[in-house]
């Protein structure tokens, strides 16, 4: 061998002597090819133009079975959709694993494309090298050359043995782009999808040394083995292969089948010379792996199979077959085991109907315990012209022995001009063993049955013939398994094809051989167009969950190219729905120039549900005048474990129309949904369409084999019309069974007793409601649920009444149907059709035989133009509350168990008891904010687990409710979770089942509030969650970066009784707020779109949650704007936590618009009611009265009144004039002493600047005056342009005002050098009855913590009892650069702490210690102080000297400063007026115009301040903005919002970045924003644990 290499020239040979293999490289390669032919042993060409254009191989000095030495890398790259992404470049890559490296290697020859590195398109590449071990990293790089030499990549998909590794770039390699570097490190990531594991095996095909013994059609090998069977693997590649004389070597991959038994070989009969004469097959197989991974196996452990062959595989020569089955020898040709070639006798039977026979290339596979056949074509007949009808056709099969026989797949090739073809049988046999019968009896057609073309055949029972084909139907159709393909093309430029379409399912031993996807049930005319969705039903038999599935077209037709996005398959026999994605081109000028995809399920996108059993349907026409039709009739099955839901009979099939014709007898096998061992009854109706649409049926039976394949068969009489026009005009009718009998497989009958229900007549009387136009004349329907079932939907035809549902007028109707027990439920509906089509119901009675009434209270509008525009309702018995409902309808659903209790029909599935949740579960409120872009929203399933330490919940799904289904670009959504309470949430895990690239989904930011603890935990992510972008992960685990704490809040059942007086119900939001001792909560809003329903006489419970107010007081109760006014009996509140309830009676009717205050039922707690006289003054200035409209708000010692319309003055018919005086009266109950006011206008008409001097509010029981002064403008124009004035009242008696409670801080620093700061520093008490929010005390201007002195501060804050410990520490100060300010601690001597007013006593805190900023290194920045010493408060302190006393009860206002940011973006800025409120821990703002003057507000990019003079709201938790929509540029993108109290102060940033806008983002003109919370570093808050000295 070298002397020939010696003779090449450029040629070099190099041997590696220390190692057992062989390299051998072309140095110039463009001039030279060389063919060695003993290298290794597989003979390969070193040329770029031939093969697979390599010009290095390695080879194993060890030749025999050197192939499976080596690993096959199957490399694909992906070129990026962006313009210019191709390039023109030598490209190569170089594979690292754990045990080594390729060494650089360029890639020259692609696998089916020619131009490489295209835009949009992906290379694929095989590469054979020993083995690297695990795949660590990869480098991809060009050289640069070529005019269009600048590369966009956009990942490297790298399969090994069954194992995927994906390694994403998403980056430019260009000197000219992004960071101009030309080559690049990739790191793989992990995929979800898990290919199948497959097994090396080196394939030796020896083509005869006779005359034209070679080929060049395209040859393929199947093996089969212990294990099973292998996929059909095709040999091909860029050599002229199976030439004369000559051994072709190839390595295969495929699934292990174990020891191999025989083989099959063939070709697909194409090219000039096809004709093939094949010697022998060796084949190599290894057993015993090397590394995990399957990549590797053990050379020692191959073994070694011989295939003698020496026949032709010609149509001319032999037999005529073009594919042989081998069997498995040794070299000495001894069998390996005991198969043997038989030859199986099939004769097909084509039936005796008209237009049975066809014309097109019939093809069959037939299937046993060892195996199949392979797809053979029926080709010689006995007779010439095949498959005629009534004829038999004999065929002879020749194949390794199948065993006993199972099935027999038959399927047509669609093609000739007669192709419909209608199959009776077909019968197998072999000589000295029993014929084996296979019925049929279908079309095999497109436009006949249901449009297959393809037929799966269970073998007859053994003994059975045709003549017992009927008895054995249900058997039969009990083998098969029907799957529902949904096949989705994707919505891209071209995307549809019109090329034929194949399928192949696998499962996990058999396949359902290739399925031509040529009968569509969704699209009849043209399947496969872009955006579409096809649905196919294909029936396979013995393939069970599909593994993976391959996918191909022909590629014939103009637009033959096709891009696939997914696969859906349902399996209802199995309850699963797997979905299997691709997103890829099928073309061989598209993508990676392939017509055929294998495909994978997405495993975490499989769907469950209950699973379905078959059934034989029968259903007898009667055999009267006019009794078939041709409408669509449907069943409904109830069992003792649910109901079947409807079930169309011969949905799907072609011939439907002739089904359901007089007399006749019609057979169904449909898979329904298990209902349990028994079924109780059958609803059996039609939906009344088409000409002949009226049916009489006598009788419906239904049977169904049980695990043991005995037949249970029900027995419903019917006999009786279907029909508007007869009877009673229903169209649907309960059958109940009059006979049950099991069948053994044996033959033995056995009656069996089930619990039977009985037939009742309920009586319906529907009252029209007295309101003008309350009639219709539209269609009505009905359905009523009771714990027994359900009545199906009846149409209300037939009452007394000619005129039905006219206005104030009683219909009657009757529907028969089995008894339904406790009726819990009634659905409602008109169709909308005719003029006067709008409907007011008031009510609906149902009355069974014994005369039980059950009333359903209704008063509303059935309207799509009136009311909420709802033409269904949903409507619930008087009397039964909601619990009772659900607990009724779970059990009902969960199926018919019958008991008799007293004589009376019960369902014991239906517990009395409502369900008891989980005490210890809580709630937590998951708001996700998703990426503004268009493409990052996703209509994947998302779910979260939150995490505390060690502790985690379970997976939590985020349900969408109302009309969202997926998570929107741009938009906050919100979600509540229930879980146990973990503590402090440390980090979260999102994730979804996204399995399409454009179900990626970017997640911009997650917030997580825990309202029992008043956390809200702040995540960023600003990423992908995606299988194409990014990481390519699906799951991210995510930490907090802030907690904003916002105090707690307890739970809190909240039941509602509406009174039982007409028109008491509503379906306006009710907005309630709740009042204690303690204070009030904010406005609750109970909405009717989330399934809470206000209705006449009926009590709904409904989940709040409240802040600890004390005992509670009294509740506002208000209609937000509706349909309905409302009248209330009770309120009760429930706290969860200590069981506690307060009782709300009410008489009175709340109005739209409009709210009242209810006070608790307590003699201890009793709120009288008093008229309150509002007098207003207006100022004697100018041009100082308004005409706006006027509020006002009372805030007293009990709560607040509420907000005031200042309407009707008492005094002045034009009011708010100058210099007058106003009175208005409000009966209202009782606040107590009136502290404060807040009173505003709407500045809605041209004079409505107005300057108020003062108002006066008198308490009419005790002649009280409240003077409460102004002297200020509320103008847009005028002052500081506020509307909204907070007034404090001047004339408190002095018991009334009380200093602050809280507590007195001195802070002493020591006289050390540099012991001072310029930061803040903060504390936080703990005492006997709690510990305190962390105080921060503000070293403003750096005036604080100086060198040797002592600094006072009040920490308003309710009582802790005994102080025994403090926590004390350093916080950066706003302002100051931590990282440049040189002074980063401070050295604190000690803390005094008095609790004020009335403390006679302080506790000092001795701390001597230094303080450090977090995170500097080696010091701690907290110190946690016990109690030193007690002592008296001295009043002379310096501290105290210096400093003011600590404020008392409300004397003076303080004003916020708020600075409003529009965002950097086009168009962000806005013309609305917009409004805002804060919200503290002691109260609210109200909404306050934000209005100024001389320039544009609120435009892009600039910062709008504004001031807002309010009584103190102490610590703010949130803020609501919001704009009115008005102008012409009204839409607004908002950055941020800063609020500081000029007076203390504090500053509260709130992020926002949001659109405020109808469209764009949440879609909504208001945004709650949270501030920025205490910072989390690395997973941790930023406060440590207790450090103690």
């Given at each position: 061998m070298l002397s020939e290499l010696?003779?090449?020239?450029?040629?070099?040979?190099?041997?590696?002597?220390?190692?057992?293999?062989?390299?051998?490289?072309?140095?110039?390669?463009?001039l030279y090819k060389y063919y060695p032919e003993s290298i290794g042993q597989k003979s390969e060409w070193l040329a770029d133009d031939e093969d697979d254009g390599a010009i290095v191989r390695e080879a194993f000095v060890d030749s025999e079975a050197a192939l499976l030495r080596t690993t096959l890398y199957k490399i694909k790259i992906k070129t990026g959709d962006v313009f210019s992404a191709g390039t023109d470049a030598d490209v190569y890559c170089c594979l690292y694993g754990d045990k080594g490296n390729t060494g650089q290697i360029k890639l020259r020859e692609a696998i089916h494309t020619k131009n490489k590195f295209e835009r949009g398109r992906t290379d694929t590449f095989d590469l054979e090298r020993e083995d690297l071990g695990k795949l660590e990293s990869l480098t991809i790089g060009h050289d640069g050359t070529g005019p269009s030499s600048g590369w966009y990549l956009d990942s490297v998909e790298i399969e090994i043995a069954g194992d995927l590794f994906i390694f994403p770039c998403e980056k430019w390699l260009s000197k000219h782009e992004d960071d101009g570097v030309i080559e690049r490190d990739l790191y793989p990531v992990e995929d979800s999808t898990k290919y199948l594991a497959k097994v090396p095996y080196q394939v030796e095909l020896t083509t005869s040394d006779i005359t034209s013994a070679g080929t060049n059609a395209d040859v393929f090998v199947q093996l089969y083995g212990s294990e099973g069977k292998g996929e059909v693997v095709n040999l091909d590649n860029k050599s002229d292969n199976f030439e004369r004389g000559q051994v072709d070597t190839f390595k295969i991959e495929c699934r292990d089948v174990g020891e191999v038994h025989k083989l099959r070989v063939g070709h697909n009969g194409k090219g000039a010379q096809s004709g093939w004469h094949l010697e022998k097959i060796v084949l190599y197989r290894a057993t015993q792996k090397l590394t995990p991974h399957n990549a590797r196996w053990d050379k020692s452990s191959v073994k070694k199979y011989y295939f003698t062959c020496n026949r032709w595989l010609a149509r001319s020569e032999d037999d005529g077959e073009i594919v042989r089955e081998l069997i498995a020898t040794d070299e000495n040709g001894e069998p390996i085991n005991s198969a043997e070639m038989i030859t199986y006798t099939v004769s097909v039977h084509t039936s005796d109907v008209s237009g049975a026979g066809t014309d097109c290339n019939v093809f069959a596979t037939l299937y046993g315990e060892n195996g199949d056949s392979g797809e053979r074509s029926l080709r010689k007949s006995d007779n010439i012209n095949k498959f005629e009808r009534n004829q038999v056709d004999v065929f002879n099969m020749t194949v390794v022995d199948l065993g006993a026989l199972s099935k027999v797949k038959i399927r047509h090739d669609d093609s000739g001009s007669q192709s419909a073809w209608h199959c009776s049988h077909l019968e197998v046999a072999v000589e000295g063993q029993p014929t084996r019968v296979f019925p049929c009896q279908r079309w095999l057609a497109t436009d006949e049955d249901d449009g297959q073309i393809s037929r799966e055949l269970a073998v007859l029972p053994e003994g059975m013939t045709m003549a017992d084909a009927g008895e054995a139907n249900l058997h039969l159709a009990k083998q098969r398994t029907m799957y529902h393909v949904t096949v989705y093309t994707g919505d891209l430029f071209g995307a549809g094809t019109d090329a034929d379409v194949f399928l192949q399912l696998f499962g996990a031993s058999e396949d359902s051989g290739a399925i031509q996807l040529k009968s569509c049930k969704s699209n009849s005319i043209n399947k496969f167009e872009r955006d579409a969705k096809d649905l196919f039903y294909v029936e396979c038999i013995d393939v069970g969950n599909i593994e993976y599935l391959k996918v191909w077209t022909d590629g014939a037709g103009v637009g033959s190219d096709w891009f696939l996005e997914r696969i859906s398959i349902d399996i209802p026999s199995l309850g699963v729905k797997r979905t299997f994605p691709c997103e890829e081109w099928f073309g061989k000028n598209e993508s990676d120039g392939q017509l055929e995809k294998t495909l994978y399920p997405a495993v975490d996108a499989d769907k469950s549900y209950k699973k379905s059993t078959r059934w034989e349907i029968t259903v007898y026409t009667s055999d009267i005048r006019h009794a078939g039709t041709d409408a669509e009739v449907y069943i409904n099955m109830f069992g003792n474990k649910g109901r079947s839901g409807r079930i169309v009979l011969g949905e799907g099939l072609k011939e439907r129309d002739d089904f359901f014709e007089r007399a006749s007898v019609d057979v169904f096998t449909p898979e329904i949904p298990d209902i349990g061992e028994e079924v109780l009854k059958l609803q059996v109706g039609h939906d009344g369409k088409g000409r002949g649409d009226g049916w009489?049926?006598?009788?419906?039976?239904?049977?169904?084999?049980?695990?043991?394949?005995?037949?249970?068969?029900?027995?419903?009489?019917?006999?009786?019309?279907?029909?508007?026009?007869?009877?009673?005009?229903?169209?649907?009718?309960?059958?109940?069974?009059?006979?049950?009998?099991?069948?053994t497989a044996e033959g033995e009958e056995t009656n069996l007793d089930v619990a039977k229900l009985k037939n009742e007549q309920y009586t319906i009387k529907v009252h029209t409601g007295d309101k003008f136009g309350a009639g219709t004349d539209a269609n009505c329907y009905l359905s009523l649920y009771g714990t027994l079932g359900d009545s199906g939907e009846r149409q209300l035809s037939k009452s007394e009444h000619r005129d039905k549902f006219q206005r104030n007028q009683t219909d009657t109707f009757t529907v028969e149907c089995a008894e339904l027990g406790e009726i819990y439920k009634l659905v409602l509906r008109e169709d909308d059709t005719n003029v006067g089509a709008d409907w007011f119901v008031a009510s609906v009675l149902v009355v069974d035989s014994n005369n039980n009434e059950t009333e359903f209270p209704c008063e509303m509008w059935f309207s799509k133009s009136k009311g909420d525009k709802k033409i269904k309702r949903i409507l619930y018995p008087k009397g039964m509350t909601m619990d009772q409902i659900e607990a009724a309808e779970k059990g009902a659903k969960k199926g018919i168990v019958v008991k008799e209790v007293d004589g009376k029909i019960t369902n014991e599935n239906v517990s009395e008891e409502p369900e008891v949740k989980d005490s210890t579960d809580i709630k937590y409120v998951v708001t996700i904010e998703t990426g503004p872009e268009s493409d990052m929203g996703t209509d994947a399933d998302a779910y979260i687990v939150l995490k505390?330490?060690?502790?985690?919940?379970?997976?939590?799904?985020?349900?969408?409710?109302?009309?969202?289904?997926?998570?929107?670009?741009?938009?906050?959504?919100?979600?509540?979770?229930?879980?146990?309470?973990?503590?402090?949430?440390?980090?979260?895990?999102?994730?979804?089942?996204?399995v399409l690239a454009s179900e990626g989904w970017f997640i911009a930011n997650v917030h997580v509030t825990v309202p029992t603890t008043g956390a809200r935990y702040h995540f960023p992510c600003q990423r992908w969650l995606a299988r194409d972008r990014g990481d390519r992960k699906l799951v991210v685990e995510f930490t907090p970066s802030s907690v904003q704490e916002f105090g707690s809040l307890v739970p809190h059942i909240m039941t509602v009784s509406t009174a039982d007086v007409e028109d008491a119900g509503t379906d306006s939001d009710v907005l309630i707020k709740v009042f204690g001792q303690s204070g009030s909560s904010e406005q609750i809003t109970i909405s009717s779109n989330n399934g809470v329903r206000f209705i006449r006489a009926m009590t709904v419970n409904v989940p709040i949650e409240l802040p600890d107010l004390g005992p509670l007081t009294r509740i506002r109760a208000e209609l937000a704007e509706g349909s309905n006014n409302w009248l209330f009996d009770k309120i009760t509140l429930k706290n969860s936590d200590s069981g506690e309830e307060f009782i709300f009676a009410n008489s009175e009717w709340i109005e739209k618009g409009s709210s009242i205050d209810v006070p608790v039922q307590s003699e201890d707690l009793q709120t009288d009611k008093v008229v309150y006289k509002v007098t207003v003054q207006t100022s004697d200035l100018f041009a100082c009265g308004t005409d706006a409209n006027v509020f006002i708000i009372l805030y007293g010692e009990t709560g607040d009144s509420g907000t005031l319309p200042l309407k009707n003055s008492s005094t002045n018919t034009n009011k708010f004039e100058r210099n007058n005086t106003d009175e208005f009266e409000f009966p209202l109950l009782s606040l107590g002493l009136v502290k404060r006011v807040r009173i505003w206008h709407d500045d809605s008409s041209v004079a409505s600047s107005w300057h108020l001097a003062k108002v006066t509010v008198t308490d009419s029981s005790s002649g009280q005056e409240f003077i409460f002064p102004c002297n200020k403008w509320l103008s847009s124009r005028k002052d500081d342009k506020n509307l909204s004035r907070d007034l404090l009242c001047e004339?408190?008696?002095?018991?009334?005002?009380?200093?602050?409670?809280?507590?007195?801080?001195?802070?002493?620093?020591?006289?050390?050098?540099?012991?001072?700061?310029?930061?803040?520093?903060?504390?936080?008490?703990?005492?006997?009855?709690?510990?305190?929010?962390?105080?921060?005390?503000?070293?403003?201007?750096?005036?604080?913590?100086?060198?040797?002195?002592?600094?006072?501060?009040?920490?308003?804050?309710?009582?802790?009892?005994?102080?025994?410990?403090?926590?004390?520490?350093l916080a950066p100060r706003e302002g100051v650069d931590a990282?440049?300010?040189?002074?980063?601690?401070?050295?604190?001597?000690?803390?005094?702490?008095?609790?004020?007013?009335?403390?006679?006593?302080?506790?000092?805190?001795?701390?001597?210690?230094?303080?450090?900023?977090?995170?500097?290194?080696?010091?701690?920045?907290?110190?946690?102080?016990?109690v030193t010493s007690t002592q008296p408060v001295n009043p002379d302190h310096p501290a105290r000297v210096k400093s003011a006393p600590p404020p008392s009860a409300p004397s003076s206002l303080t004003t916020y400063r708020v600075d409003v940011k529009t965002a950097d973006k086009f168009a962000a800025g806005t013309d609305a007026n917009v409004y805002i409120t804060l919200f503290g821990k002691t109260g609210d703002s109200g909404k306050q115009a934000l209005v100024g003057s001389g320039k544009n507000l609120f435009e892009r990019n600039e910062l709008s301040s504004f001031d807002l003079e309010l009584t103190d709201l102490g610590r703010l938790v949130k803020i609501r903005i919001e704009h009115d929509n008005s102008g012409l540029g009204a839409s607004w993108c908002l950055d941020h919002v800063i609020v500081t109290n000029v007076t203390s102060g504090d500053k509260y940033t709130f992020p926002c970045s949001q659109w405020i806008d109808k469209k764009k983002g949440n879609k909504e003109?208001?945004?709650?924003?949270?501030?920025?919370?205490?910072?989390?570093?690395?997973?941790?808050?930023?406060?440590?644990?207790?450090?103690?000295?």
């Open positions: 010696a003779e090449v020239l450029y040629v070099m040979v190099a041997v590696i002597l220390f190692v057992p293999k062989m390299v051998v490289r072309v140095v110039h390669e463009a009489h049926c006598e009788k419906v039976v239904a049977k169904c084999l049980d695990e043991e394949n005995s037949a249970v068969t029900y027995t419903f009489p019917c006999g009786r019309w279907l029909d508007k026009e007869e009877e009673d005009g229903q169209l649907q009718v309960d059958l109940l069974p009059e006979s049950v009998v099991k069948k505390s330490g060690e502790e985690s919940s379970e997976e939590l799904s985020l349900y969408h409710t109302g009309d969202e289904e997926e998570f929107k670009p741009g938009r906050q959504q919100e979600f509540e979770v229930e879980f146990k309470d973990i503590g402090d949430i440390s980090s979260i895990l999102i994730g979804h089942n996204g004339n408190l008696p002095e018991e009334a005002v009380q200093a602050k409670e809280g507590y007195e801080i001195i802070v002493t620093v020591s006289n050390k050098k540099e012991s001072g700061t310029n930061h803040d520093i903060w504390v936080s008490l703990e005492g006997k009855s709690g510990t305190s929010e962390k105080l921060q005390l503000k070293n403003n201007a750096g005036r604080f913590f100086n060198k040797a002195t002592s600094d006072l501060f009040f920490f308003e804050c309710g009582d802790l009892g005994g102080i025994t410990h403090l926590r004390v520490g990282e440049k300010d040189a002074i980063k601690q401070c050295h604190l001597h000690q803390v005094t702490v008095n609790r004020v007013p009335g403390g006679v006593t302080e506790q000092v805190f001795v701390c001597n210690h230094w303080l450090s900023l977090p995170g500097t290194p080696g010091r701690k920045s907290y110190r946690k102080l016990a003109l208001f945004r709650v924003l949270w501030p920025e919370g205490r910072k989390v570093e690395g997973g941790e808050l930023e406060e440590p644990a207790d450090q103690e000295e």
